[in-house]
């Protein structure tokens, strides 16, 4: 009995911690779900998906499956990265504006647990979306690969090639992403004085992490096929690129999801380890100066 | 002294902070590497000529993220209308955006090499007799119409390790380079013996290979030899026959093994109406 008294009291402070955060973040779920934004650009992207199968006509370089779903990925990065860092931002700020933040701290609610409270409601509704926007996605590509292997059986051609457990990995692979994106706007948001200002801030750094990747270029010294090797303020700025996360690492879809080949677990581990990784850093961070700031 | 204690933790925090910033990139970067390495390898920007270019391709590549298939096809678009006005500058801009953004198309390759090995020269050589209102000399036009060429080979040559299922197709066009516009029968002979024998072979280039080096290199030995292998690879099994190219070397095989003279059935007239190579059944 003397054992347990302080065994329950060290587990205590870290289930309270995690209830707060759980309903910081169910609230911030809840409020960003109702939001006209967030429907408008589910109902966007998914309109942008379906176009791909109107579009189709226009596609000459690739397979007509290829272009449908260049349309539907490219919707679910780019309209995925404005919520993120949209709504993030924007659900920041009115609890700094409207003071609910202080009545809030003004519990017994640690300003990390706000973070992560908010991290957690925006990455829920980051994963509704990719889970709304992927199931259309989902359904017109394996509707027209039907059609296509049917067509392909008539004619003798090869029947095109759709794996929707490759294209649920690269779902789940997006929500990854768009975490790390939602994590980066909280960081800004930190510091930020203003929405406006964490907006264009954080758009300009997804622009940078989606470039991240060349970066290797300018680390390495046989980068070009020439060899030559890159001038020293390249080589700085490109070890200085540890700093920022690559989000070309999660462009995965057509291998997983058109290629019979598909991608090694090892590929897909580490891409999804980098950005638990870079979705953690930019937290801590984001937590740490927000302990600090006066609201 | 208390302010003094609080600038000190403040400045250990913020220390603190950058070391967790870059503790976490150091881990993320190799937790990353296998899956960075496999894009890598995978992007042909990162394998352009220079580092300079790659990084520009690459920055392309990047920006436009999910959207690659649909702004190649717009790139390509608008390739096309500036290949109607014979802007090659604009042209090549365009089409290669649309070979970086898309490097696994087959057609744009192909289309490609066949603009720059077909009319670009026309273009250029047009531009500049326009311009000195005289016909350039033969061997200026000579020269350009070979550069362009041997930039159309490059062309096939890249479309060959961007599209390895589809090599039959850039080889055949390859040999029609340097067959007709390189004037190199020999290089052309090996582009249809390395088409005629890829893992997706091309009917014509299987049948053409033995004529054109019996007729035109003067080599029907080898002709004959190679034909006999071919043949008894597929009857042994070894060599898979999709094309049912059997009977067609068997063919050829029978008309090389002939003296001349004895060449002149209605079959082989025909034949050689086609320039050798037998009419597809």
């Known amino acids: 009995m003397s054992m347990s008294a302080p065994t329950s009291h060290l587990f205590a402070a870290p289930r309270e911690s995690f209830r707060r955060v759980r309903h910081i973040a169910g609230n911030t779920f809840r409020e960003a779900s109702r939001q006209k934004f967030f429907a408008f650009v589910v109902v966007l992207a998914s309109a942008l998906a379906l176009s791909g199968l109107f579009l189709r006509v226009f596609s000459f370089g690739m397979s007509e499956l290829r272009f449908v779903a260049d349309f539907g ?4 990065f780019l309209f995925g990265s404005i919520l993120g860092i949209v709504m993030t931002a924007q659900l920041f700020f009115a609890e700094l504006d409207n003071r609910t933040v202080l009545t ?17 409601g925006m990455w829920l509704l980051l994963g509704v979306f990719v889970a709304a926007t992927g199931g259309v996605l989902a359904a017109l590509l394996q509707t027209r690969s039907l059609e296509l292997a049917s067509l392909a059986a008539e004619t003798g051609a090869p029947a095109p090639w759709f794996s929707a457990g490759g294209l649920g990995v690269f779902l789940v692979l997006q929500w990854v992403r768009l975490g790390v994106v939602a994590a980066l706007t909280l960081f800004v948001c930190a510091f930020a004085r203003s929405f406006l200002y964490a907006v ?3 758009a300009l750094a997804v622009l940078v992490c989606q470039l991240r990747g060349f970066g290797a270029l300018a680390t390495t010294s046989t980068g070009g096929a020439t060899g030559d090797a890159p001038s020293l303020p390249l080589r700085l700025a490109g070890n200085a690129l540890v700093l920022v996360p690559d989000l070309q690492v999660f462009d995965l879809g057509v291998p997983l999801a058109l290629e019979p080949a598909g991608v090694a677990g090892e590929v897909l581990r580490s891409a999804a380890l980098s950005g638990l990784v870079f979705t953690a850093a930019p937290l801590a961070l984001a937590a740490w100066i927000f302990s600090d700031r006066e609201v | 002294m208390d302010a003094d204690r609080a600038d000190r933790t403040r400045a250990l925090r913020r220390v603190l902070g950058v070391a ?4 976490a990139g150091f881990l993320a970067r190799e937790a990353g590497a296998p899956a960075a390495r496999w894009q890598f390898e995978r992007q042909p920007a990162f394998r352009a000529a220079s580092f300079e270019s790659a990084l520009g391709q690459g920055a392309l590549l990047a920006l436009f993220g999910g959207f690659r298939g649909v702004m190649a096809d717009f790139a390509w678009v608008r390739a096309y209308v500036h290949g109607t006005r014979r802007d090659r500058a604009s042209f090549e801009v365009c089409a290669r955006l649309s070979l970086t953004l898309a490097p696994d198309s087959f057609l744009f390759w192909r289309d490609y090499a066949n603009a720059v090995a077909y009319d670009e020269p026309w273009w250029e050589t047009d531009a500049h007799e326009d311009a ?4 350039l ?18 062309a096939l040559a890249q479309g060959i390790v961007h599209c390895p299922q589809r090599e039959a197709e850039f080889r055949e066009l390859a040999a029609l380079l340097w067959l007709n516009k390189l004037g190199d029968t020999a290089k052309g002979a090996e582009q249809l013996r390395l088409a005629a024998e890829c893992a997706r072979p091309s009917w014509w280039a299987s049948t053409a290979y033995p004529v054109i080096l019996s007729r035109d290199l003067g080599k029907r030995d080898a002709a004959a030899a190679w034909l006999r292998g071919r043949i008894a690879k597929i009857r042994a099994g070894t060599d898979p026959d999709p094309l049912r190219l059997l009977a067609d070397f068997e063919e050829i095989l029978r008309s090389l093994e002939k003296p001349p003279a004895a060449r002149n059935s209605r079959r082989e007239q025909s034949r050689e109406a086609h320039g050798g190579v037998p009419t597809r059944r």
């Open chain 2, 132 to 135: 000195r209102r005289r016909r």
């Open chain 1, 104 to 120: 809030l701290l003004a519990r017994p609610v640690r300003r990390w647990e706000f973070i992560a409270g908010k991290f957690f």
């Open chain 2, 137 to 154: 000399p033969e061997n200026e036009r000579a020269r350009i119409f070979r550069d362009a060429a041997l930039r159309g080979l490059d």
């Open chain 1, 200 to 202: 264009v801030v954080s």
């Open chain 1, 73 to 76: 990925f490219g919707g679910i």
């Open chain 2, 20 to 23: 967790l910033l870059l503790g």
